[in-house]
């Protein structure tokens, strides 16, 4: 199958359906240009949607999202394909044959949204959306804001009499476990990049412990547990014993700044964890707070931002790469050199956060796609080939970097197809 | 257009086994409909109901009473050529009711949440009577040029880029060349990896291709002294720069202000000026404006310690790229660059950096490496601040051994002989530090020039300026983190320095997205249709004139500046300016501004249709009018996290809360009704409003009609606005409750019944 634009000129694929996505494919289409967005998991909305608030506002993701949403329904110049992945490219600048392919939802346009088939469902599966805190339904919606408004099953983990019993549950023949995957082929001038990225494994730092204690996060996992619609409905709570953290310490540079794991700053993480104080302090008012960092990033307008949350006696910053994490019966001890003034710092806390940075997600793919990328796995853009990058698959940036980085790729793919 | 109605009410998703299904179609058909029921009107077979009604019946006005009207819309979209009005019985009603309980039997809630479904109902109805077809406005002429304010690398490139894409661009730079601060500059920051060393300028290439570009026209020494207009038809006058001009912007003047001018107790700033609305003839016509006019050197003399202005050997890092530029560094053997003015006081950087200046840096201490291979430099800085793949180029520099990188708090700089000393605490040696050196340059910021001047010298009724630059200490910056393209002048977008400090990366991304924004603005005027956030929207706000008694409020209030207005203070209306959030027509005391499918009637006639028992304690009814945008969402979320929204209560949707009316408020009281809460987006400095003012106008408005209820004889408390964010979903039910409970406790309205 082949999908022509329906204007039949030249119309761009928007790889990748987060924040840079949905902003290259609503702004290139709202010029009139055709749009294929394509996204790989069930949802659009990419890693914001995991997130509790944008800094320095303090606002929901969710907000923009819901607007971008309402964007990409009332505009026919997009056509939008979720659980779809790029397979090969073919072709040149102008005219790129694109092979595509759909996994099987197991869930068909049927679908209401009413939740029936979850409430019979027996089995239950890792929420990953969750970053494995917490359990949904085998068959789920990846949270409560997903868009579209549908489940989706997870058929490996469904047990026994699973499927059976779920699609006797849905009134509306809506799902279908025999669902195959789907190849198609797109006809398309330009292609934007913004495949985003992926939280860098908190487990190849291996001083820090990451996977030897409950009581040590990433910064992503402190979005979900802030977040309303999280695993604890914004509580903060110590994952493993669900117990109440009465002290708490940020490790930043996490990976990033560092030859061995990511040479580069991942640019958004010091003020992620100044926002994530905020959510501390908005649950626990006097809860001590140690942040251990090399420089604090918050340049221009985040100054004031830092400004407010420095003038708390009980947050405690101190300019010092973590060089050790050590597990204890209740939480860990942090071990630090105060680089000012030379002390070795040793701190206990009950829920330590690794302020972890960001890596390309297209890394791994992107040989296979012929893309060129540079040597830590971001796409460099090449107007000429019609192949932009936009985002966090360009570069680390914070959303609103991303958002004009997009906007821009959207003028870049317009001018290819032109 | 003739309507024919075709009313379906869906009885899937649980609402049949939680509602009253005769009751619900009885309600439809007290509104004149004869309804049709289906089990699921989304799917094949309900939409085929649907279809064959438009085939056979002609139906082109379709009411589905069913989910929520966020999801499904394109299965219930019919073509253009049809109108779809959307009843929320789902999340709304069967979704979101009680548990039964003891003081509850499960007969009762049914019955209660039957009535709230009712109401949807009646509402939806009364809607589609009410509704009409969008046309979309189209200019006369429509012009899709772009003006670009400002040659340096973001006007240069947002032209180019523009140019590329096929439009016409002119360059308007003050200054007799093109290329702005770069041309300046001796090296760039490297933007490719290895990041490693310093780039021979690229500004030169830029200006040329510029200057040879047929489809961009090029004014140099020129300035715009003002615009008018509107998207797709701006009208833009030049003078020379630095000249006056009978056609500069005129000045703000407010309504007391005009009074007092008339009266002669106050001089008119604007004398010898020609008014604002009056067309200059000799004007080019432009679609849309890109503002790139950029920064100046922020002014560092204030920092006593650091004694710039006092001492000839501490300039700036402006002053000091220009010294390697003429050459001038010769006998300068040590350097000192200071980043923060703070002392031991604070750890911030010099006003305006952004993280521009740490890189700056950088880049002059290879300078002074280069210049003499004996020279040596000393970054002193609380933070360095190379965030991305500039950290690489960090990287780099901490490999010379004559550049020395310390955190260090600069608590003076003495002159000393035929250079300075200066002084620091809490550096990395673990010592203070008392640095002999030639010369010492200080990281000064980089100030927009909308900090100074209106800039954007727009002719229109609210001001020459951008509104809200103080919120950004003067960048003319979207409050919006996720549309940074935002302003609320449509069509005109700003770029580069005038927005935040960048580098020339950044800039180069900024201008070519600003090009974008300009193009579309264009196009979307072109097809009559609303920029965001209401991208598409075809309906725009209509004005019945005869009755308008120029009390001047829309015009006021308009947060997007649309509305400008003659000698006697008439509104004249700019369609391509307007955003639709409708909030004149929430303003307008006489009822006279309306969209095609927004009325002050319909709403109204919507209120009006809400059935109220005159004889029920039990059955008090309360109005909430609700942002669609974000407190809508979240009631809708409420429900499907199986919250339970108190059945009392009638929520209608509206475009903002700046579009409420309140008229309505009056109407819900006048018919009976015991309260009315608006539940709106969070106000303030850090508002969240997509329409940047509507929820705190509306808050203004709630607190007068208190006044106006208590005249009346009704309790102030009987009306409320309460701030709802989008994730509030599991605080809402509460919220309302609480409401619902004081209205209980004030008692029914004593007018129910009149």
């Known amino acids: ?418 | 257009m003739d309507k024919k109605y075709g009313a379906y009410i869906c009885t899937g998703c649980g609402i049949g086994e939680a509602l009253d299904v005769d009751a619900l179609v009885s309600a439809a058909s007290g509104q004149g409909m004869q309804p049709k029921t289906h089990e699921a009107f989304c799917g094949a077979a309900g939409r085929q109901v649907i279809e064959a009604d438009i085939a056979n019946d002609g139906v082109n006005t379709v009411i589905v009473c069913a989910c929520s009207p966020r999801v499904m819309q394109d299965q219930f979209n019919f073509g253009d050529d049809k109108i779809t009005i959307r009843g929320n019985i789902r999340e709304q009603a069967a979704w979101c009711r009680e548990q039964p309980s003891d003081s509850k039997s499960e007969d009762t809630i049914k019955e209660y949440y039957t009535e709230v479904a009712q109401d949807y109902i009646r509402m939806a109805c009364v809607q589609a009577k009410k509704t009409d077809m969008p046309e979309p406005f189209k200019l006369e002429t429509m012009n899709k040029r772009i003006l670009v304010m400002g040659g340096g690398i973001a006007g240069l490139t947002a032209a180019k880029e523009a140019a590329k894409a096929g439009y016409e661009v002119t360059v308007v730079e003050k200054s007799g060349a093109l290329g702005g601060k770069a041309l300046g500059w001796t090296k760039q920051f490297p933007t490719k990896a290895p990041y490693s060393e310093l780039v021979a300028p690229t500004i030169g290439a830029l200006v040329a291709e510029v200057e040879g570009n047929a489809k961009i026209t090029v004014k140099k020494t020129t300035e715009v002294a003002r615009i008018g207009g509107a998207p797709g038809n701006f009208s833009a006058t030049f003078k020379a720069a630095g000249a006056k001009s009978e056609w500069d912007a005129p000045a703000k003047v407010g309504v007391d202000e005009q009074d007092r001018i008339a009266k002669g107790q106050m001089e008119d700033p604007n004398a010898g000026l020609k008014n604002y609305m009056e067309e200059n003839p000799d004007a080019e016509k432009y679609g849309a404006v890109v503002l790139a006019t950029g920064w100046v050197p922020a002014d560092v003399s204030a920092f006593e310690h650091l004694g710039y202005g006092a001492n000839s050997k501490v300039v700036t890092n402006a002053e000091f790229e220009k010294m390697v530029k003429e050459g001038k560094l010769a006998g300068i053997k040590s350097v000192a660059f200071v980043q923060s003015p703070g002392g031991e006081e604070h750890d911030m950087d010099f006003p305006y950096c952004n993280s521009v200046t740490s890189m700056v840096a950088l880049k002059q201490a290879k300078y002074v490496r280069e210049a003499s291979s004996d020279a040596k430099a000393y970054i002193l800085y609380q933070h360095m601040r190379t965030p991305g793949n500039m950290e690489m180029f960090y990287k780099g520099i901490q490999q010379d051994d004559g550049i020395f990188l310390t955190k260090a708090s600069v608590t003076k700089v003495e002159a000393a002989g035929n250079g300075c000393v200066v002084h620091a605490k809490d550096t990395l040696l673990g010592e203070d530090l008392e640095l002999d050196v030639d010369l010492v340059v200080l990281a000064a910021g980089m100030e927009p020039t909308t900090k100074h001047e209106a800039t954007i010298n727009l002719a229109y009724r609210q001001g020459p300026a951008f509104l809200d630059l103080d919120l950004f200490d003067g960048y003319s910056d979207s409050h919006f983190i996720c549309f940074p393209y935002e302003t609320r002048r449509t069509g005109i977008y700003t770029c580069g320095g005038v927005r935040k400090a960048m580098n020339m990366e950044e800039t180069i991304d900024d201008a070519t997205g600003a090009a974008l924004k300009a193009i579309q603005a264009m196009e979307c005027a072109d097809r009559g249709v609303a920029v965001h956030p209401r991208s598409g929207d075809q309906t725009y706000p209509e004005f019945f004139f005869q009755r308008c008694t120029q009390c001047k409020r829309c015009t006021e209030e308009c947060p997007f500046g649309a509305l400008d207005d003659d000698e006697k203070g008439t509104p004249k209306p700019n369609p391509t300016r307007c955003r639709r959030c409708g909030t004149c027509m929430g303003a307008c005391p006489e009822r006279i501004i309306g969209f095609k499918n927004y009325t002050i009637d319909m709403i109204g006639s919507m209120i009006k249709a809400i059935e109220v028992p005159d004889d029920d304690e039990d059955k008090l009814r309360i109005l909430a009018l609700v942002c669609e945008n974000d407190a809508y969402p979240a009631l809708d979320m409420a429900a499907m996290r199986k919250h339970s929204l108190n059945a009392l209560v009638r929520f209608i949707p509206v475009r903002c809360l700046g579009s409420v009316n309140m008229a309505w408020i009056k109407d819900a009281l006048s018919s009976g009704m015991d309260g009315a809460i608006l539940l709106g987006c969070k106000y303030g400095d850090d508002y969240q409003c997509h329409f940047v003012k509507g929820s705190e106008i509306a808050n203004k408005r709630m607190d007068n009609i208190g006044e106006t209820l208590g005249s009346l004889g009704l309790e102030p408390e009987r009306c409320a606005m309460e701030q709802i964010a989008i994730t509030d979903y599991d605080k809402v039910p509460t919220i309302i409750n609480d409401f619902v409970e004081k209205i209980v406790g004030l008692g029914p309205n004593p007018f129910k019944g009149f």
Request: glycine fraction near 8%.
């Open chain 1, 1 to 418: 199958m082949t999908e022509q634009s329906p204007s039949g000129t030249g119309a761009v694929l928007v790889v990748g359906g987060g924040i840079s996505g949905l902003t290259a494919a609503l702004e290139a289409a709202e010029v009139g240009n055709d749009v294929f967005l394509v996204e790989k998991n069930p949802y659009m909305g990419g890693r914001v949607a995991q997130l509790n608030q944008y800094f320095p506002k303090l606002c929901p993701p969710s907000c923009g999202l819901e607007i971008n949403f309402k964007r990409v329904k009332s505009n026919r110049k997009i056509r939008m394909y979720t659980m779809t992945q790029v397979k090969s490219i073919k072709g040149a600048a102008g005219s790129y044959e694109v092979s595509c392919e759909t996994a099987p939802r197991y869930v068909n346009n049927n679908c209401t949204g009413c939740g029936a088939c979850a409430d019979a469902c027996p089995d239950e599966r890792v929420d990953d959306f969750n970053f494995g805190m917490g359990k949904t339904k085998a068959i789920y919606r990846p949270h409560e804001m997903s868009f579209p408004m549908k489940y989706v099953l997870d058929k490996g983990a469904c047990s026994g009499d699973t499927l059976r019993i779920i699609k006797d549950a849905c009134k509306y023949d809506a799902i279908d476990t025999e669902m195959q995957p789907k190849t198609f082929t797109l006809n398309v001038a330009a292609i934007v990049w913004a495949t985003g990225w992926n939280p860098y494994d908190p487990t190849k730092m291996t001083n820090l412990k990451y996977s030897e204690s409950d009581a040590i996060i990433t910064n992503m996992q402190m979005e979900r547990l802030a977040a309303p619609n999280g695993p604890t409905n914004g509580q903060i709570l110590r994952p493993g014993d669900n117990k109440e953290p009465k002290s708490f310490a940020f490790v930043q540079c996490a990976g990033s700044r560092d030859e061995n794991h990511l040479e580069y700053c991942s640019y958004i993480c010091c003020m992620a964890s100044m926002k994530q104080i905020t959510y501390i302090r908005e649950r626990y008012p006097e809860a001590p707070i140690y942040v251990f960092y090399i420089d604090l990033r918050t340049p221009g307008k985040y100054e004031k931002f830092r400004e407010k949350l420095m003038a708390d006696k009980n947050t405690h910053f101190i300019k010092g790469k973590v060089a050790d994490i050590i597990p204890e019966g209740d939480g860990v001890t942090v071990v630090a050199e105060n680089a000012v003034t030379g002390d070795k710092v040793k701190q206990k806390v009950d829920l330590c956060v690794l302020a972890t940075g960001m890596e390309p997600a297209i890394k791994a793919q992107a040989a296979s796609l012929g893309l060129e990328v540079d040597s830590n796995g971001f796409v460099v853009s090449n107007a000429d080939k019609g192949m932009i990058s936009a985002g966090c698959a360009n570069k680390a940036a914070d959303v609103v970097t991303s958002a004009q980085s997009a906007t821009a790729a959207a003028l870049k793919a317009i001018q290819a197809a032109k």
